[in-house]
């Protein structure tokens, strides 16, 4: 018999879900739960297509501490979105955004001519005395 209990489905009172302070939850995960609760689930989902990732440099570094935020977003996306986006997802007031287009970077490669690939960022402005925390 102690065989065929191994086999056995633990039961639903055994089953043991971890506590909200043993939960870690990423971005990501976040933004599922998002789109779970929100009644028009087209905006959770836009704010995620919108802002691929925070833009970690040198310069964008010394940026934070004047309030600017880099993000890498959409080649599609505009300053409307990005806006939207930011608020939502980090709970800050916007108050300006700047988009760069960076271009492409011509390569070599095998000896013939090529392209890399060319993304664009936006430099995000938010209201002074407010932080976003930017995992490494």
Same mark, same amino acid.
């Given at each position: 018999?102690?065989?065929?209990?191994?086999?056995?489905?633990?039961?639903? #009172?055994?089953?043991?879900?971890?506590? !909200?302070?043993? %939960?870690?939850?990423?971005?990501?995960?976040?933004?599922?739960? &998002? /789109? $779970?609760?929100?009644?028009?689930?087209?905006?959770?989902?836009?704010?995620?297509?919108?802002?691929?990732?925070?833009?970690?440099? #040198?310069?964008?570094?010394?940026?934070? !501490?004047?309030? %600017?935020?880099?993000?890498?977003?959409?080649?599609?996306?505009? &300053? /409307? $979105?990005?806006?939207?986006?930011?608020?939502?997802?980090?709970?800050?007031?916007?108050?300006?955004?700047?988009?760069?287009?960076?271009?492409?970077?011509?390569?070599?490669?095998?000896?013939?001519?090529?392209?890399?690939?060319?993304?664009?960022?936006?430099?995000?402005?938010?209201?002074?005395?407010?932080?976003?925390?930017?995992?490494?």
């Amino acid at each position: 018999m102690s065989i065929l209990s191994h086999f056995k489905q633990p039961k639903e #009172e055994e089953k043991k879900e971890p506590s !909200e302070k043993e %939960k870690v939850i990423s971005p990501k995960q976040e933004n599922e739960e &998002k /789109i $779970e609760k929100k009644e028009n689930p087209q905006e959770a989902i836009k704010t995620a297509i919108v802002i691929d990732a925070p833009h970690i440099s #040198e310069k964008a570094t010394f940026l934070q !501490e004047e309030d %600017k935020y880099v993000f890498r977003i959409s080649k599609r996306a505009n &300053k /409307i $979105e990005v806006k939207k986006a930011i608020e939502d997802l980090y709970k800050v007031k916007v108050e300006n955004v700047n988009i760069v287009n960076v271009p492409a970077k011509k390569k070599m490669w095998r000896g013939k001519p090529g392209y890399g690939s060319g993304y664009k960022k936006a430099i995000v402005t938010i209201k002074k005395g407010q932080k976003i925390e930017i995992a490494l």
